[in-house]
Structures are given as structure tokens and as C-alpha cells.
Nanobody, 122 residues
Framework: QVQLVESGGGLVQAGGSLRLSCAAS????????MGWFRQAPGKEREFVAA???????FVADSVKGRCTISRDNAKNTVSLQMNSLKPEDTAVYYC????????????????WGQGTRLTVSS
């Protein structure tokens, strides 16, 4: 079955940087859009960033200027580079896949990873 496996989470100090990665398997990766969502404790899951199959990117206002999403279709991976991290970035980050178009709506995504936890200390 389709697998999305996130990695790269951890504990980071405020102001630091981190790169999250998601490896996809058993998926027509190059034809699909990919997204990152996050869920903080006690809050709903929220959109972070998405990238279309062709490389067009979309980033939430809350992380704009601090986060960059990219993909490597040869390796079936999507990454989220996060800079100038803030304590409010603390959350479990999920990688997800949708077809055909990138979306900021979580219900549009049909495949999800298990998540990777990021904690930003102040």
C-alpha cells in the first residue's frame, strides 16, 4: 500500500532551522501534489505548505518567508525547510498527497503519513 514516511522532527531552539522530509512509496509521486500540514496540541490540523506536481508552491501566511517546500521526483521525496522557528511552530507535522491539484484543504488529501513531531523551545 501507499506509504508516506516523515522524518527530521526533533527539539530545536527558537530561531533555529530544521528540514523535514517525507519519502513516498507505492505512489505515482510525480503526478501528484504534496502537502505539509501540522497539528499542535489541542488545535485542529492546519495547512503549512503544498507543492504541485510541476513544482508550483503554496505556503500558509503563518510560515510565509520562513518555510520552503520542495520536491525531488527522482527520489519520491518532498521536504519542508523551516527557518527562524518559533515556539508556536511546535506541532506534529504531517506529509500528505493529493491528486490532481495542490490544495490547502486537508480533506482533499487521500494519503497521509504518520507525522513527525517538532518542538521549538523558547
Amino acid at each position: 500500500q501507499v506509504q508516506l514516511v516523515e522524518s527530521g522532527g526533533g527539539l530545536v531552539q527558537a530561531g533555529g532551522s530544521l528540514r523535514l522530509s517525507c519519502a513516498a512509496s507505492r505512489l505515482a509521486f510525480s503526478n501528484r501534489a504534496m502537502g505539509w500540514f501540522r497539528q499542535a496540541p489541542g488545535k485542529e490540523r492546519e495547512f503549512v505548505a503544498a507543492i504541485s506536481w510541476s513544482g508550483n508552491t503554496f505556503v500558509a501566511d503563518s510560515v510565509k518567508g520562513r518555510c520552503t517546500i520542495s520536491r525531488d521526483n527522482a527520489k519520491n521525496t518532498v521536504s519542508l525547510q523551516m527557518n527562524s522557528l518559533k515556539p508556536e511552530d511546535t506541532a506534529v507535522y504531517y506529509c500528505a498527497s493529493t491528486y490532481p491539484s495542490a490544495s490547502y484543504i486537508s480533506h482533499d488529501y487521500d494519503y497521509w503519513g504518520q507525522g513527525t513531531r517538532l518542538t521549538v523551545s523558547s
